[in-house]
């Protein structure tokens, strides 16, 4: 098939990508010249495990194309997708200027029939809204349908190559072909292609994110408890996740999530139903507890350095809002790190791959080559974000280049004993303290 994506970003790029792997003629547009420019070099601008096999070998053999020409990038495509972005607006709502400016610019350049598809998270509705958008200037037939994505920066190509389902709104059964025979590839194993209305496919997506959301913040209130009782949220989690109606993932306990989408689409989802004139409190609860949640170490580091962070080192592990990415939208550590340094505090940093993103932010902080150089003369160690390097560290050496031999992990990275054990004073999230000389 020939395929258009517009917008090249996480999900675009992605998209464009893993459907040239599996033999389409793929052009990829996007209005940033100097991304379209580093792409046409043959240069990924984000960070994506896997996804530089593809991109190289489709673009050797011919199957996937850059381009800024909006024109020229549809032209005989049987297939348009949107992956463009869709922030929150001032009132929390999805903004849907970028959808809705495409769509206007879609309707007089269309030639052939089309199905146009919404890869991006947007509210109910839009898809009559891009529909009306293209119709009011085009001269033939076309589609709209809702496709929403659910792959996982860190782990997007497998996600993508191998979806636990794929989710199509469309009520046009031309439209539903197209559809099948696009996604038969990434379906073999017999995964399903869940047909539905648009508005359906649109909730479908707000509603998936939500529940996660609202699956990790409920754990994340057991973890807050859990320190007040004396339970430890780990255990629990094993204890809760093998009962097949709970499930094992989206439980662990941390500092609050983060990302590009959780935060904004939860917000969206609460804003849609305020629309509506339904008070949504579960949502409102999820948005408040992870607003607090991602804060809920600074109050433990003041209190540990007697109130006042003025000249501490405070070195920190993990800038990127979970491992595997350089996403650093929403990141809890970028908050911590700002409040930290309002306090007066130095900060020292190493994270793999996502200091570049941060130094165009926070330039004012010292950037490491290595997590043990970031530890040197430091007075303590915060934890945001569990990159598996972080997991077996050498203990020793740790406790030579740290001044105060002190861990927050917002990450729950370590096992208390080991903690113990080596002699840290060691803070996670729903476990008891480690304090040196005092026995479990
Ligand atoms: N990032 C994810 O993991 C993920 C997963 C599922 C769904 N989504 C949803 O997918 C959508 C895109 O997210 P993303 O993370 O890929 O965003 P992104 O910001 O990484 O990429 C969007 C791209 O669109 C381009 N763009 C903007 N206006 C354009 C225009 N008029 N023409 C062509 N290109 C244009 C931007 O330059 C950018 O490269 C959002 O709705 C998001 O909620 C994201
Ligand atoms: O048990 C868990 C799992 C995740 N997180 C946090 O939750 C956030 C989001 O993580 P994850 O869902 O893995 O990353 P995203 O790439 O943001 O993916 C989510 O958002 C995408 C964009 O909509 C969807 O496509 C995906 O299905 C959905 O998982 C991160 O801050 C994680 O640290 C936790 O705190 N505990």
Not at 85 to 110: F, H, M, Q, R, W
Not at 112 to 132: C, F, H, L, M, Q
Not at 184 to 211: C, H, W
Not at 408 to 425: I, Q, S
């Amino acid at each position: 098939m020939k395929i258009s994506v517009i917008g090249t970003g996480y999900v675009g790029l992605v998209t464009g990508t893993c459907f040239a792997e599996t033999g389409n003629q793929v052009t990829c547009v996007d209005i940033d010249t100097n991304k379209v420019a580093r792409l046409q070099k043959g240069e990924i601008p984000i960070y994506e495990p896997g996804l530089d096999v593809l991109f190289d070998r489709n673009i050797a053999e011919d199957r996937l194309k850059f381009t800024t020409d909006l024109v020229e990038g549809i032209k005989d495509a049987e297939v348009i997708f949107l992956a463009l972005p869709t922030p929150p607006g001032e009132d929390g709502s999805a903004d849907l200027k970028y959808i809705l400016g495409v769509a206007n610019d879609l309707g007089p350049i269309l030639k052939n029939y089309a199905v146009i598809i919404d890869k991006s998270t947007v509210p109910v509705g839009t898809a009559e809204k891009v529909r009306a958008a293209i119709a009011a200037n085009a001269t033939i037939d076309f589609d709209v349908v809702s496709n929403p994505e659910f792959l996982r920066e860190g782990v997007a190509v497998e996600d993508f190559m191998k979806p636990d389902r794929v989710v199509v709104g469309t009520t046009s059964e031309k439209a539903k072909k197209v559809m099948e025979k696009l996604y038969a590839p990434l379906v073999r194993q017999g995964n399903p292609v869940i047909f539905m209305d648009e508005r359906s496919a649109e909730m479908t997506k707000y509603a998936a994110n939500s529940f996660l959301a609202l699956k990790i913040t409920f754990m994340n209130e057991i973890a807050n408890l859990c320190e007040k009782v004396g339970a430890n949220v780990d255990d629990i989690r094993r204890g809760i996740g093998t009962d097949s109606r709970i499930g094992k993932r989206f439980l662990f306990a941390g500092i609050g999530y983060g990302g590009s989408c959780f935060p904004k689409d939860v917000q969206a989802l609460a804003k849609t139903s305020s629309d509506y004139g339904y008070d949504f409190r579960t949502l409102r609860s999820v948005m408040a507890v992870n607003d607090d949640q991602k804060k809920k170490l600074l109050p433990v580091v003041t209190e540990y350095f007697d109130g006042n962070l003025k000249g501490k080192t405070i070195a920190v592990w993990g800038l990127a809002f979970k491992p595997y990415t350089d996403d650093i939208r929403e990141a809890p550590a970028l908050e911590n790190i700002q409040a930290l340094l309002d306090a007066g505090a130095n900060i020292t940093v190493y994270d793999p791959e996502a200091m570049d993103n941060v130094k165009k932010l926070i330039p004012n902080i010292t950037y490491c080559h290595t997590a043990y150089a970031a530890l040197d003369d430091a007075d303590a160690l915060m934890i945001f974000t569990e990159w598996p390097q972080f997991r077996t560290p050498d203990f020793e050496k740790m406790s030579k280049l740290l001044k105060d031999k002190v861990i927050f992990d917002g990450r729950n990275l370590y096992e208390l004993e080991t903690m113990r054990e080596n002699g840290f004073t060691y803070y996670s999230i729903g476990r008891e303290v480690v304090s040196p000389g005092v026995t479990a």
